[in-house]
C-alpha cells in the first residue's frame, strides 16, 4: 500500500503576508529606515564636504576613505558574519554607524570641519559596513521560509529601489531648507532606529551556524574553497564583473555627457526617474511570479542592461532612450531577486556569508577599474564608440553564464522541479551539505 500523497503548498494568495511574520517585520522595518537614511547620505555629504572646505579634493578623499575599508574587509566581514550572531552582528555594526554619522553631523552643526576627523569617521564607517552587507545576506533565510524568499528579496528590492528614488529628493531639500549637517544627523538617526528594529529579529529558518573554533583566516580560506566549489556562483560572479567593468563608469560618467549632447540636460534627470520606475514595477511583478529556473530568467533579463549604453552609442534620441532606461530598469530587478534567491536557497547557511563576500568583493571590485578607464579610452577612440562597446560587451558578459549547464538547470524551491533537476543541481553545488541562505550581487 503507497503512503498518502503530501498535499500540495497553498497558492500564494492563500499564503499570509510575509509582513505580518513578527521577525520579517521588523527586519523589513530596519531596511527600509536604514536605506531611506543610507539613500541620503552621499548628497548630504557632498553638499557638507563641498560647502565646508569648497573643495572637491577634500570630497574624493572623504569618499575614498569610506570606500576602502568597505571593499579590503568584505571577507573578513563574511568570515565574522558565519561563525558569530548575525543579529548581534547587524545591531553592533548599525550603532557603529549612528555613532561615526553622528560624529560627523556634530563637526557640521558645530562649525568644526576638519578633513582628518572627517575622513577618519568615514573610514570607521566603511569599516562598519564591510560587516554590514555580509550578515545582511545571512540572515534572511533564518527569517522566513525558503519557499518565501523570493517573495522576501522582492519586498527588500522594492524598498531599496523606492529609497533610491525618493532619497537623493528628500536629501536635496533637507539640505536647502536646513542644511548638510542635519541631514548627516538624520542618516545617523535612522541607522539607531533600525537598530532597535534589528534587536527584536526572532529566527524561524534555517538554523545559525553552531559556533566555530577555526582562526578568522582559515574561515576566510574555506570561504574561498567553497566559493570556488560552486560553479554557478562563480560564473555568475564573473558575469557580474564583467559588467561593472564595462558598464558602470561608462553609464556614471558618460551617460549625462551623453545625454546632454543628444537630448539636453533635462533628459538625464528623466532617464534616471525612468528607470527606478522600471525597478519598482519589476520588483512588484516579482513578488508574485513563479518560474522553474529563476536564475536562468535573470541572467536572460541581466541583458537589458545594456539597452541604454547601446542607445546612447546608436546617438538615439530621448523617446527611445527613456524606454532603453525603463526596459534595462525591469531587467535589472529581476536579475537582483533571481540571484539573491538563488544563493539563499542553494548555498549552505554556515558558509553564506563568507561565499556572499567573495560575491561582492569580485563583482564591485572592478567598479574604480571602470571609471578610472573610461575618460583615457573616450579622448582616445570617442565617446559614443565607448559607449556602444561598452553596451556590446555588458550584454555579452550577461549572457555568458548561459552557456553553463549549472546555471541554465539550477532549480527554484518555489517553482515546481522535477527530481531530476534538483538531483542534477545538487551535483553541481558544494557537496555534502544541503540548505537554505542569503543573498549576492548584482
Given at each position: 500500500?503507497?503512503?498518502?500523497?503530501?498535499?500540495?503548498?497553498?497558492?500564494?494568495?492563500?499564503?499570509?503576508?510575509l509582513?505580518?511574520?513578527?521577525g520579517?517585520?521588523?527586519?523589513?522595518?530596519?531596511?527600509?529606515v536604514?536605506?531611506?537614511?543610507?539613500?541620503?547620505?552621499?548628497?548630504?555629504?557632498?553638499?557638507?564636504?563641498?560647502?565646508?572646505?569648497?573643495?572637491?579634493?577634500?570630497?574624493?578623499?572623504?569618499?575614498?576613505?569610506?570606500?576602502?575599508?568597505?571593499?579590503?574587509?568584505?571577507?573578513?566581514?563574511g568570515?565574522?558574519?558565519?561563525?558569530?550572531?548575525?543579529?548581534?552582528?547587524?545591531?553592533?555594526?548599525?550603532?557603529?554607524?549612528?555613532?561615526?554619522?553622528?560624529?560627523?553631523?556634530?563637526l557640521?552643526?558645530?562649525?568644526?570641519?576638519?578633513?582628518?576627523?572627517?575622513?577618519?569617521?568615514?573610514?570607521?564607517?566603511?569599516?562598519?559596513?564591510?560587516f554590514?552587507?555580509?550578515?545582511l545576506?545571512?540572515?534572511?533565510?533564518?527569517?522566513?521560509d525558503?519557499?518565501?524568499?523570493?517573495?522576501?528579496?522582492?519586498?527588500l528590492?522594492?524598498?531599496?529601489?523606492?529609497?533610491?528614488?525618493?532619497?537623493?529628493?528628500l536629501?536635496?531639500?533637507l539640505?536647502?531648507?536646513?542644511?548638510?549637517?542635519?541631514?548627516?544627523?538624520?542618516?545617523?538617526?535612522?541607522?539607531l532606529?533600525?537598530?532597535g528594529?534589528?534587536?527584536?529579529?526572532?529566527?524561524?529558518?534555517?538554523?545559525?551556524?553552531?559556533?566555530?573554533?577555526?582562526?578568522?583566516?582559515?574561515?576566510?580560506?574555506d570561504?574561498?574553497t567553497?566559493?570556488?566549489?560552486?560553479?554557478w556562483?562563480?560564473?555568475?560572479?564573473?558575469?557580474?564583473?564583467?559588467?561593472?567593468?564595462?558598464?558602470?563608469?561608462?553609464?556614471?560618467i558618460?551617460?549625462?555627457?551623453?545625454?546632454?549632447?543628444?537630448?539636453?540636460?533635462?533628459?538625464?534627470?528623466?532617464?534616471?526617474?525612468?528607470?527606478?520606475?522600471?525597478?519598482?514595477?519589476?520588483?512588484?511583478?516579482?513578488?508574485?511570479?513563479?518560474?522553474r529556473?529563476?536564475?536562468?530568467?535573470?541572467?536572460?533579463?541581466?541583458?537589458?542592461?545594456?539597452?541604454?549604453?547601446?542607445?546612447?552609442?546608436?546617438?538615439?534620441?530621448?523617446?527611445?532612450?527613456?524606454?532603453?532606461?525603463?526596459?534595462?530598469?525591469?531587467g535589472?530587478?529581476?536579475?537582483?531577486?533571481?540571484?539573491?534567491?538563488?544563493?539563499?536557497?542553494?548555498?549552505?547557511?554556515?558558509?553564506?556569508?563568507r561565499?556572499?563576500?567573495?560575491?561582492?568583493?569580485l563583482?564591485?571590485?572592478?567598479?574604480?577599474?571602470?571609471?578610472?578607464?573610461?575618460g583615457?579610452?573616450?579622448?582616445?577612440?570617442?565617446?559614443?564608440?565607448?559607449?556602444?562597446?561598452?553596451?556590446?560587451?555588458?550584454?555579452?558578459?550577461?549572457?555568458?553564464?548561459?552557456?553553463?549547464?549549472?546555471?541554465r538547470?539550477?532549480?527554484?524551491?518555489?517553482?515546481?522541479?522535477?527530481?531530476?533537476?534538483?538531483?542534477?543541481?545538487?551535483?553541481?553545488?558544494?557537496?555534502?551539505?544541503?540548505?537554505?541562505?542569503?543573498?549576492?550581487?548584482?
Amino acid at each position: 500500500m503507497q503512503p498518502p500523497l503530501a498535499p500540495p503548498p497553498p497558492p500564494r494568495s492563500a499564503t499570509p503576508s510575509l509582513l505580518r511574520q513578527p521577525g520579517f517585520r521588523a527586519f523589513y522595518a530596519g531596511r527600509l529606515v536604514s536605506l531611506l537614511g543610507s539613500s541620503m547620505a552621499p548628497v548630504a555629504l557632498a553638499f557638507a564636504v563641498l560647502d565646508a572646505s569648497g573643495s572637491s579634493g577634500d570630497l574624493g578623499f572623504v569618499l575614498a576613505a569610506h570606500m576602502l575599508p568597505l571593499l579590503v574587509l568584505l571577507l573578513v566581514g563574511g568570515a565574522v558574519a558565519d561563525r558569530s550572531s548575525r543579529r548581534n552582528v547587524l545591531v553592533a555594526a548599525h550603532l557603529g554607524a549612528a555613532l561615526t554619522q553622528g560624529g560627523v553631523a556634530a563637526l557640521l552643526l558645530t562649525g568644526h570641519y576638519a578633513l582628518a576627523p572627517v575622513a577618519v569617521l568615514e573610514f570607521l564607517n566603511g569599516t562598519l559596513g564591510a560587516f554590514t552587507a555580509p550578515a545582511l545576506r545571512g540572515v534572511l533565510p533564518q527569517l522566513v521560509d525558503r519557499a518565501r524568499l523570493q517573495q522576501a528579496n522582492s519586498l527588500l528590492g522594492t524598498a531599496r529601489n523606492a529609497t533610491k528614488i525618493l532619497g537623493p529628493s528628500l536629501a536635496g531639500v533637507l539640505v536647502v531648507a536646513a542644511g548638510s549637517g542635519p541631514a548627516i544627523a538624520f542618516d545617523a538617526f535612522t541607522y539607531l532606529l533600525a537598530a532597535g528594529f534589528l534587536a527584536r529579529l526572532t529566527f524561524t529558518g534555517a538554523p545559525a551556524a553552531p559556533r566555530r573554533t577555526t582562526t578568522l583566516a582559515a574561515d576566510i580560506r574555506d570561504g574561498w574553497t567553497e566559493f570556488r566549489a560552486i560553479r554557478w556562483v562563480w560564473i555568475g560572479t564573473l558575469s557580474f564583473c564583467l559588467m561593472n567593468l564595462a558598464q558602470t563608469g561608462t553609464w556614471q560618467i558618460l551617460g549625462p555627457q551623453l545625454t546632454r549632447q543628444l537630448s539636453g540636460e533635462a533628459t538625464w534627470g528623466l532617464v534616471l526617474s525612468v528607470r527606478g520606475i522600471g525597478l519598482l514595477v519589476s520588483g512588484l511583478l516579482m513578488y508574485r511570479l513563479v518560474v522553474r529556473r529563476l536564475l536562468r530568467l535573470g541572467q536572460l533579463t541581466n541583458a537589458l542592461a545594456a539597452l541604454p549604453l547601446l542607445a546612447l552609442g546608436a546617438r538615439l534620441h530621448a523617446p527611445w532612450l527613456l524606454a532603453a532606461a525603463f526596459v534595462a530598469g525591469l531587467g535589472s530587478a529581476v536579475t537582483a531577486v533571481a540571484w539573491d534567491t538563488s544563493l539563499q536557497e542553494h548555498v549552505p547557511p554556515q558558509v553564506l556569508s563568507r561565499v556572499a563576500s567573495y560575491d561582492d568583493l569580485l563583482s564591485y571590485i572592478a567598479v574604480p577599474v571602470g571609471q578610472l578607464c573610461v575618460g583615457p579610452l573616450a579622448q582616445s577612440y570617442g565617446a559614443f564608440r565607448v559607449a556602444a562597446a561598452a553596451g556590446v560587451i555588458s550584454a555579452a558578459a550577461a549572457a555568458l553564464p548561459l552557456a553553463s549547464r549549472a546555471v541554465r538547470r539550477l532549480p527554484h524551491a518555489a517553482g515546481p522541479v522535477p527530481a531530476a533537476a534538483a538531483a542534477a543541481a545538487a551535483a553541481a553545488g558544494p557537496g555534502p551539505t544541503p540548505a537554505p541562505e542569503p543573498q549576492g550581487s548584482a
